[in-house]
């Protein structure tokens, strides 16, 4: 079974930028689909980009353009780049596999845009 633990979020300004990475333990990550969710308060939680191991990207239509996911098979490491930040990006992000969040879920990391 895979646990992750994901990092680098804080507080940023509308327009700023975040890199938020994902470490994983375990077996086999290299095989898996890998996602990044979040969870803004009363919403449910989304997928917001995934990446296959072979580096082919998916993006949510809200953060397309503005969001960057990429992986690193050797250290096990999943990271989501985050430029021009809205206040909406506002959520706690999580990474998982990126199919079904088969994984079990970490604590995330708080990302929170705001002047």
């Known amino acids: 079974q895979v646990q992750v633990v994901e990092s680098g979020g804080g507080l940023v300004q509308p327009g700023g930028s975040l890199r938020l990475s994902c470490t994983a333990s375990g077996s086999a990550f290299s095989i898996y689909v890998m996602g990044w969710y979040r969870q803004a308060p009363g919403k449910q939680r989304e997928l917001v980009a995934s990446i296959t191991r072979g580096g082919t990207t998916n993006y949510a239509d809200s953060v397309k353009g503005r969001f960057t996911i990429s992986r690193d098979n050797a250290n096990d490491t999943v990271y989501l780049q985050m430029n021009s930040l809205k206040p909406e990006d506002t959520a706690v992000y999580y990474c998982?596999?990126?199919?079904?969040?088969?994984?079990?879920w970490g604590q995330g990391t708080q990302v929170t845009v705001s002047s």
């Open positions: 998982n596999e990126g199919v079904l969040g088969r994984f079990s």
